[in-house]
């Protein structure tokens, strides 16, 4: 079974995804991490050298390479979803969990992080509601299940889609 966790910058995709891969005792794989191993530079560099467009393109080959992968949980780029391709892709051939978190929830994570290029604007936190207003729909439409992040710890947090992914009828997790 192949998992894919999907939601805005901040919401604890691969912290979340690295702890559920070891529950299940199955691979995890972080989209942005293949892609920079990929690239050979850091996604903002890229970013800056050949725009959003082109980095959406790397993003959509790795997450075809990666949604073919028999079993594992897969950490997707925060911005993944806005192609047709990759929610198709993700809801297709894996069990899509969004991580939902507000912008503030996200704000007070992420204020002092300046490795996301997306954020490094006057107003992170207007970005963060502009980047929510414009994703959610998306991950709505791409996820199987929602997940309230809140103040939930991460063990919490792989509990409740563990739980979901059982009563959905999938085998037994560890």
Same mark, same amino acid.
């Given at each position: 079974?192949?998992? !894919?966790?999907?939601? #805005?910058?901040? !919401?604890?995709?691969?912290?979340?995804?690295?702890? #559920?891969?070891?529950?299940? =005792?199955?691979?995890?794989?972080?989209? *942005? =991490?293949?892609?920079?191993?990929?690239?050979?530079?850091?996604?903002?560099?890229?970013?800056?050298?050949? +725009?959003?467009?082109?980095?959406?393109?790397?993003?959509?080959?790795?997450?075809?390479?990666?949604?073919?992968?028999?079993? +594992?949980?897969? !950490?997707?780029? +925060?911005?993944?979803?806005?192609?047709?391709?990759?929610?198709? =892709?993700?809801?297709?051939?894996?069990?899509?969990?969004?991580?939902?978190?507000?912008?503030?929830?996200?704000?007070?994570?992420?204020? =002092? *992080?300046?490795?996301?290029?997306? #954020?490094?604007?006057? *107003?992170?936190?207007?970005?963060?509601?502009?980047?929510?207003?414009?994703?959610?729909?998306?991950?709505?439409?791409?996820?199987?299940?929602?997940?309230?992040?809140?103040?939930?710890?991460?063990?919490?947090?792989?509990?409740?889609?563990?739980?979901?992914?059982?009563?959905?009828?999938?085998?037994?997790?560890?």
């Amino acid at each position: 079974m192949m998992i !894919s966790l999907v939601g #805005l910058p901040g !919401s604890g995709k691969s912290t979340v995804g690295r702890q #559920l891969a070891r529950r299940m =005792h199955i691979p995890f794989f972080d989209s *942005d =991490h293949l892609i920079e191993q990929r690239l050979g530079c850091s996604i903002k560099a890229f970013f800056e050298r050949e +725009g959003e467009a082109s980095f959406r393109d790397v993003e959509a080959t790795v997450i075809d390479q990666l949604t073919s992968e028999s079993s +594992g949980v897969l !950490s997707t780029g +925060g911005g993944a979803v806005l192609r047709e391709e990759n929610r198709r =892709h993700l809801a297709g051939r894996t069990r899509v969990v969004y991580l939902n978190s507000t912008p503030t929830e996200l704000f007070r994570r992420l204020r =002092h *992080d300046m490795d996301r290029p997306l #954020l490094q604007v006057a *107003d992170p936190l207007a970005r963060l509601r502009d980047l929510y207003a414009q994703r959610d729909p998306l991950y709505r439409e791409t996820a199987e299940f929602v997940i309230e992040t809140g103040r939930p710890s991460v063990a919490t947090l792989v509990n409740m889609i563990v739980m979901q992914i059982e009563l959905a009828g999938d085998r037994p997790l560890a």
